[in-house]
T-cell receptor, first 114, second 111 residues
């Protein structure tokens, strides 16, 4: 089935460690996104990519990094510079970036930094 | 970005219709109205979107006011599986790279 996969579902890390969250899609979508969600809040955009080898910062990019070497993959690294990394991380994709295109979301990764 | 205002929570009985309102008084002519929903501990799911005319799909209907300053998501027969947080979001060409989520409306469905 076509869709977006994120792994792992739960992730625990010690403070000061970098951690990489995986996001893969087999929908042949050009655009991919990373969002962060804190308890009781809506989603906030971290990074997005419209095509391979290109990406832009979102609203809260500090302390995060991404790469887009393949169309189907958009991994997110949470670095030690991110001051409050514990959150629910969601990856999404869309066929294009037009305002009428829907975004498809993965199941999310819940990161806890101890 | 144009903002949306939604009630924090609503309740419905199962098998009854649900009308979820959204106010967007500063909407521009090029803003699309999108609705997403998020079930507990899951990623958001697209529900429906429209620009000026009312829209129907298998999940819901979207009624857009004539002046476009408000809209209503209609679930025709609520089920327990419809219990979720529903987000009303405006998107135009300039902001199309992201979905700006507010806190949404938490819908509770009871037997």
């Amino acid at each position: 089935d076509g869709g977006i996969t994120q792994s792992p579902k739960y992730l625990f890390r010690k403070e000061g460690q970098n951690v990489t969250l995986s996001c893969e899609q087999n929908l042949n979508h050009d655009a991919m996104y990373w969002y962060r969600q804190d308890p009781g809040q809506g989603l906030r955009l971290i990074y997005y990519s419209q095509i391979v080898n290109d990406f832009q910062k979102g609203d809260i990019a500090e302390g995060y990094s991404v790469s887009r070497e393949k169309k189907e993959s958009f991994p997110l690294t949470v670095t030690s510079a991110q001051k409050n990394p514990t959150a629910f991380y969601l990856c999404a994709s869309s066929i294009g970036r037009g305002p009428h295109n829907e975004q498809f979301f993965g199941p999310g990764t819940r990161l806890t930094v101890l | 970005d144009a903002k949306t205002t939604q009630p924090n929570s609503m309740e419905s009985n199962e098998e009854e219709p649900v009308h979820l309102p959204c106010n967007h008084s500063t909407i521009s002519g090029t803003d699309y109205i999108h609705w997403y929903r998020q079930l507990p501990s899951q990623g958001p799911e697209y529900v429906i979107h429209g620009l000026t005319s009312n829209v129907n799909n298998r999940m819901a209907s979207l009624a857009i006011a004539e002046d476009r300053k408000s809209s209503t998501l209609i679930l025709h027969r609520a089920t327990l599986r419809d219990a979720a947080v529903y987000y009303c979001i405006l998107r135009n060409t300039g902001t199309a790279s992201k979905l700006t989520f507010g806190t949404g409306t938490r819908l509770q469905v009871t037997l």
